[in-house]
């Protein structure tokens, strides 16, 4: 059974860094996709970033040079730096179509 379980989001100042975990159960790395998405109020979920294979990393315009995907074992990590207001939103855990529950972000002063 494949479980996704997003930790770390929480309320951060402009300029501030926060490090998302994915506790990934069941996933088969390098077969899809896994990565982070996220929803702002009002907005369409988007792409922040994600491994396109075992370690091949694609990241949304707006965050590259911020956020660095890692994976560490059955975990995958979402450093986020240089942290804006527009990065506030929930993150969420991908893989195929399955989903965690989110963790929230708040990018205020």
């Known amino acids: 059974q494949v479980q996704l379980v997003e930790s770390g989001g929480g309320l951060v100042q402009p300029g501030g860094s926060l490090r998302l975990s994915c506790a990934t159960r069941?996933?088969?790395?390098?077969?899809?996709?896994v990565g982070w998405y996220r929803q702002a109020p009002g907005r369409q979920p988007e792409l922040v970033a994600s491994f396109t294979d075992e370690s091949t990393t694609m990241y949304e315009d707006s965050v590259k040079g911020r956020f660095t995907l890692s994976r560490v074992n059955d975990k995958v990590y979402l450093q986020m730096n240089a942290l804006k207001p527009e990065d506030t939103a929930i993150y969420y855990c991908n893989w195929k179509n399955w989903w965690g529950q989110g963790t929230q972000v708040v990018v205020s002063s």
């Open positions: 069941g996933i088969i790395f390098g077969t899809s996709a």
